[in-house]
């Protein structure tokens, strides 16, 4: 996708990350509204040309990792009437997901010491993303966005020392177990 540092600044100024978490971890956001949210956060925050510090120093994201990403991927995985929403699948698998893998590629992000600090929230997001591939509903399509955020996720603990259980190191989606 393309990017314009112009657009980036004048974006960034209609909406402060303040703002952004605190509409994505309202309770009563739709999942819709979410994924607008998260793409826009994804676009010009964390995918762009400007450098964007901040969101890798503060608090911001590792506040919607915790009240609103792992909320939701858990009501996904728990919640037999969540898992047919496929409003709230298609917030988790392509916006969560790719934030998540954004966020974390980014050279930004490996230069934070953030993440040392952060390490049960880290951790807990690889164990919900984990928990996805092994829902049975999960299309091959999708496997691939979750395995590739894992992956994402995996290397940036072995860049950081961070231990992980070795079942969370390789995902297996049922989707892809019955090719």
Same mark, same amino acid.
């Given at each position: 996708?393309?990017?314009?540092?112009? *657009?980036?600044?004048?974006? #960034? #100024?209609?909406? @402060?990350?303040?703002?952004?978490?605190?509409?994505?971890?309202?309770?009563?956001?739709?999942?819709?509204?979410?994924?607008?949210?998260?793409?826009?956060?994804?676009?010009?925050?964390?995918? *762009?040309?400007?450098?964007?510090?901040?969101?890798?120093?503060?608090?911001?994201?590792?506040?919607?990792?915790?009240?609103?990403?792992?909320?939701?991927? !858990?009501?996904?995985?728990?919640?037999?009437?969540?898992?047919?929403?496929? &409003?709230? $699948?298609?917030?988790?698998? #392509?916006?969560?997901? !790719?934030?998540?893998?954004?966020?974390?590629?980014?050279?930004? @992000?490996?230069?934070?010491?953030?993440? $040392? @600090?952060?390490?049960?929230?880290?951790? $807990?997001?690889?164990?919900?993303?984990?928990?996805?591939?092994?829902?049975?509903?999960?299309?091959?399509?999708?496997?691939? !966005?979750?395995?590739?955020?894992?992956? &994402?996720?995996?290397?940036?603990?072995?860049?950081? @020392?961070?231990?992980?259980?070795?079942?969370?190191?390789?995902?297996?989606?049922?989707?892809?177990?019955?090719?």
């Amino acid at each position: 996708m393309g990017k314009n540092v112009y *657009t980036e600044i004048k974006c #960034n #100024n209609l909406l @402060s990350l303040d703002d952004i978490v605190t509409i994505i971890c309202h309770p009563l956001c739709m999942p819709e509204v979410k994924e607008a949210y998260v793409d826009f956060l994804n676009h010009c925050y964390i995918d *762009t040309e400007v450098e964007m510090k901040e969101i890798y120093a503060s608090g911001h994201m590792w506040s919607l990792f915790e009240k609103s990403f792992l909320v939701d991927i !858990n009501q996904l995985i728990t919640n037999p009437t969540a898992a047919s929403n496929k &409003t709230l $699948q298609a917030y988790v698998l #392509n916006g969560v997901t !790719n934030l998540l893998g954004s966020f974390f590629a980014s050279p930004f @992000s490996d230069q934070s010491a953030i993440v $040392q @600090s952060r390490q049960l929230i880290f951790v $807990q997001m690889l164990q919900a993303a984990h928990g996805i591939t092994q829902c049975r509903w999960l299309s091959l399509g999708d496997c691939f !966005n979750v395995e590739n955020c894992i992956r &994402t996720l995996t290397e940036s603990s072995k860049m950081r @020392s961070i231990a992980l259980p070795a079942e969370l190191e390789q995902p297996q989606c049922p989707a892809r177990r019955l090719c």
